[in-house]
């Protein structure tokens, strides 16, 4: 019987990272425990119960103290980088549920598309257009704010490039793989669904980018021209699939 593939499902980058950190976690904490007990050992010949010099227990003593400041810094920034993964598994899935619903013969979605050192959360192939979709999730009682004006993007007051800057370079990758895949340059649509966040767009600007909220998206999407047949689209998408599936164990 042969392989079965498929494509990566919504969150599982994000989810493999999670795995990481925490193997990273519990390794700090059983390289302290590990001290821990060795320097407790040490000690207990410095006190005659058996033979070590005073010199050897204050070098492991100390080393203990290192390796515990060491992984307990470290560890803070773990469960901070956990935390906010989980948090934005959660925003790609939100997300992930709300695009499936918009799938019929006419729209192909694709989720956790990797790059090199990136990801793009979600792909559509459509006849509506191909839309590259970057996702981020906030707390919504903290109240943050999204302006985007004149090209430029502020988040609670400050410019906010990186985003953009995110979303060009995801728009550029896609645009290059379908090249490579399909020999033709398609348009790509750079779109951010925001959830959690107040996002204005006072000159109602979205000629380069779709910055919009899980509630507007789909009203857009199904407002857009088609601009794709339904045989490019299913070329692109099968051209896709080949290059994005992955084995099932």
């Given at each position: 019987m042969g392989k079965k593939f498929r494509t990566h499902v919504q969150g599982e980058s994000l989810q493999k990272k999670i795995d990481a950190d925490f193997e990273k976690y519990y390794s700090l904490w059983a390289l302290f425990i590990a001290f821990l007990l060795l320097t407790i050992y040490v000690w207990l010949f410095y006190f005659k119960v058996f033979d070590i010099t005073l010199s050897l227990a204050i070098t492991f003593t100390i080393l203990t103290g290192v390796i515990f400041i060491y992984g307990f810094r470290k560890s803070c920034r773990l469960i901070k980088h956990i935390r906010n993964c989980y948090k934005g598994m959660e925003g790609e899935r939100l997300v992930g549920e709300m695009l499936n619903k918009l799938s019929d013969d006419s729209v192909r979605v694709f989720h956790d598309v990797c790059g090199s050192e990136f990801?793009?959360?979600?792909?559509?192939?459509?006849?509506?257009?191909?839309?590259?979709?970057?996702?981020?999730?906030?707390?919504?009682?903290?109240?943050?704010?999204?302006?985007?004006?004149?090209?430029?993007?502020?988040?609670?007051?400050?410019?906010?490039?990186?985003?953009?800057?995110?979303?060009?370079?995801?728009?550029?990758?896609?645009?290059?793989?379908?090249?490579?895949?399909?020999?033709?340059?398609?348009?790509?649509?750079?779109?951010?669904?925001?959830?959690?966040?107040?996002?204005?767009?006072?000159?109602?600007?979205?000629?380069?980018?779709?910055?919009?909220?899980?509630?507007?998206?789909?009203?857009?999407?199904?407002?857009?021209?088609?601009?794709?047949?339904?045989?490019?689209?299913?070329?692109?998408?099968?051209?896709?699939?080949?290059?994005?599936?992955?084995?099932?164990?």
């Open positions: 990801n793009v959360d979600h792909l559509i192939v459509s006849t509506r257009g191909i839309f590259t979709i970057e996702t981020k999730h906030y707390d919504r009682k903290k109240g943050y704010n999204f302006l985007f004006q004149d090209g430029k993007l502020l988040f609670n007051g400050r410019q906010c490039r990186t985003l953009l800057n995110q979303m060009d370079g995801e728009a550029s990758f896609i645009r290059e793989k379908l090249d490579e895949l399909c020999g033709r340059v398609y348009p790509i649509q750079k779109v951010a669904i925001i959830i959690g966040a107040y996002i204005d767009n006072p000159q109602s600007d979205f000629s380069n980018y779709w910055i919009l909220n899980e509630n507007s998206f789909p009203k857009f999407f199904n407002n857009s021209k088609e601009v794709l047949s339904i045989d490019e689209v299913r070329l692109i998408s099968t051209q896709l699939t080949e290059w994005l599936k992955v084995s099932v164990d």
